[in-house]
């Protein structure tokens, strides 16, 4: 009888050892989860270059690029294809604000989730595509392009870059 108590004793003790390292190796699992999960979906150093293009081979194709160089911004748009007969090329040096700019729309819109993005539709002969870089001051980028297919929130995001990009043409205009 002591046997079958000693027995009994020793099984509960293992099944609480086993149970406790179940649930240590969970709250590892959880942590690394959580810590890899939570990175944020922004960076932190300024932009030293951005570059963003997009069109198509019928319509025509837009590259934005702002480099920065000390306060300012070295801007260069570069315009082909029919829907671009007009406008041309551009290359002005610009505020260098508008790279701060970019951040924030970067970092409001999590574009950093972007990064790695590399997918192409090429059963599609003539559609639409685009490609993106941004480099940071501590070398660190987002790089992302596709072909007929596009990051989530890609409509939103272009809309933006284009609409900061309007506005820094009106202003080298007038």
Do not use: C
């Not at 046997?3 to 179940?22: E, H, R």
């Not at 997918?119 to 072909?147: C, M, P, Q």
């Amino acid at each position: 009888m002591e046997a079958k108590k000693a027995t009994k004793k020793n099984t509960f003790g293992i099944i609480v050892m086993i149970a406790a390292g179940v649930a240590v190796l969970i709250g590892i699992v959880a942590a690394i989860v959580f810590l890899v999960g939570g990175q944020a979906k922004t960076r932190d150093g300024s932009i030293v270059e951005f570059s963003f293009g997009h069109g198509s081979g019928m319509g025509g194709d837009v590259q934005y690029t702002l480099k920065r160089q000390d306060n300012l911004a070295l801007l260069s748009i570069n315009r082909t294809g029919p829907l671009f007969s007009k406008g041309g090329d551009v290359k002005k040096t610009v505020d260098g604000k508008y790279l701060d700019r970019l951040a924030d729309i970067i970092n409001e819109n999590e574009v950093v989730e972007w990064d790695g993005f590399d997918r192409s539709d090429n059963g599609v002969l003539d559609g639409g595509g685009f490609v993106l870089k941004v480099t940071y001051d501590d070398g660190k980028t987002i790089e992302a392009h596709g072909y007929m297919m596009f990051p989530d929130n890609y409509d939103v995001v272009s809309d933006k870059f284009e609409e900061l990009f309007s506005e820094i043409e009106k202003s080298i205009n007038n």
